[in-house]
Antibody, heavy 124, light 111 residues
Framework: QVQLVESGGGVVQPGTSLRLSCAAS????????MHWVRQAPGKGLEWVAV????????YYADSVKGRFTISRDNSKNMLYLQMNGLRVEDTAVFYC?????????????????WGQGVLVTVSS | QSALTQPPSASGSPGQSVTISCTGT?????????VSWYQQHPGKAPRLMIY???KRPSGVPDRFSGSKSDNTASLTVSGLQAEDEADYYC????????????FGTGTKVTV
């Protein structure tokens, strides 16, 4: 069965960096686009970034563009989110999610499997 | 990059139906047939309930149905059951030259 397990969260100070990881199993990871979605405490879902099946296409929400970088290692079935210049408003549970499509050229469809999420707290 | 607009809450008695709207623009909901709906119980990860406007993934009860008209998508839950009480979010693809992907504001469904 499909499993997505995030790790790397924690409490950090504003302006610092953190890298989230997502270990994927139960499907052919290299065939699908992958997303990061976040949810601030008590708030709704916010799409963060997507990467195509082969890593050639990446798209970001305006709120993180220039600060966050999504990447993947298909040899290890791993998805990453490098977060730099963290702000208090980045505090959230971060989910990795599998797309049902390859997302090449932006051809994404829906987020059909989600991880359990990892909490990132940015506080001084 | 504004969120899609959903009503904050909706409710119904067991066995009744509830419909949730999701209003966007011609750049997202109205422009693509890539509208999805997600169910989220407290403390849990979201679950895909509807994709590509009206398709149900395997395992999702046929009580859940989706539709779209112009810039507004809708999710209908028929025959409400206690376990349907949850937050529901719509989402839409918005194009690679736009803000790409957007979620709705979320609707709390109370049974």
């Amino acid at each position: 069965q499909v499993q997505l397990v995030e790790s790397g969260g924690g409490v950090v100070q504003p302006g610092t960096s953190l890298r989230l990881s997502c270990a994927a199993s139960g499907f052919t990871f290299s065939n699908y686009g992958m997303h990061w979605v976040r949810q601030a405490p008590g708030k709704g879902l916010e799409w963060v970034a997507v990467i195509s099946y082969d890593g050639s296409d990446k798209y970001y929400a305006d709120s993180v563009k220039g600060r966050f970088t999504i990447s993947r290692d298909n040899s290890k079935n791993m998805l990453y989110l490098q977060m730099n210049g963290l702000r208090v408003e980045d505090t959230a549970v971060f989910y990795c999610a599998k797309d049902s499509n390859h997302c090449s050229g932006g051809s994404c469809s829906s987020l059909d499997y989600w991880g359990q999420g990892v909490l990132v707290t940015v506080s001084s | 990059q504004s969120a899609l607009t959903q009503p904050p809450s909706a409710s119904g008695s067991p066995g009744q139906s509830v419909t949730i709207s999701c209003t966007g623009t011609s750049s997202d909901v109205g422009g693509y047939n890539y509208v999805s709906w997600y169910q989220q119980h407290p403390g849990k990860a979201p679950r895909l309930m509807i994709y590509e406007v009206s398709k149900r993934p395997s395992g999702v009860p046929d009580r859940f149905s989706g539709s779209k008209s112009d810039n507004t998508a809708s999710l209908t839950v028929s025959g409400l059951q206690a376990e349907d009480e949850a937050d529901y979010y719509c989402s839409s693809y918005a194009g690679s030259n736009n803000f790409f992907y957007v979620f709705g504001t979320g609707t709390k469904v109370t049974v």
